[in-house]
Nanobody, 121 residues
Framework: QVQLVESGGGLVQAGGSLRLSCAAS????????MGWYRQAPGKQRELDAA???????DYADSVKGRFIISRDTAKNTVYLQMNSLKPEDTAVYFC???????????????WGQGTQVTVSS
């Protein structure tokens, strides 16, 4: 089992920035991929950004050029830098990590508890 703890959400005006953090309970080299998802009220959870074990990144079209996913392997932490925020970015943001569960001999994933981001117009 992997524990993920998010932080950094809050209230920001449109055009502003926030940085979310996701601290993992074990080395992030064992987690592949790690990603940030959002879930707005009444909508499905959707992927915003992901980073692989090797460091390659991928973004949803809606956040390309505005959001940056990065990591600090020494701190076992993944970040989401969110710039040029829009009211439609308002959502609960979740950190996700894929890993291999050796006890159950299968792929598994963990989710953080979520952090609220609210962008006012």
């Amino acid at each position: 089992q992997v524990q993920l703890v998010e932080s950094g959400g809050g209230l920001v005006q449109a055009g502003g920035s926030l940085r979310l953090s996701c601290a993992a309970s074990r080395t992030i080299y064992s987690l592949n991929p790690m990603g940030w998802y959002r879930q707005a009220p009444g909508k499905q959870r959707e992927l915003d950004a992901a980073i692989s074990r090797g460091g390659s990144t991928d973004y949803a079209d809606s956040v390309k050029g505005r959001f940056i996913i990065s990591r600090d392997t020494a701190k076992n932490t993944v970040y989401l830098q969110m710039n040029s925020l829009k009211p439609e970015d308002t959502a609960v943001y979740f950190c996700n990590a894929g890993y291999y569960d050796y006890r159950q001999a299968r792929r598994a994933e963990s989710w953080g508890q979520g952090t609220q981001v609210t962008v006012s117009s």
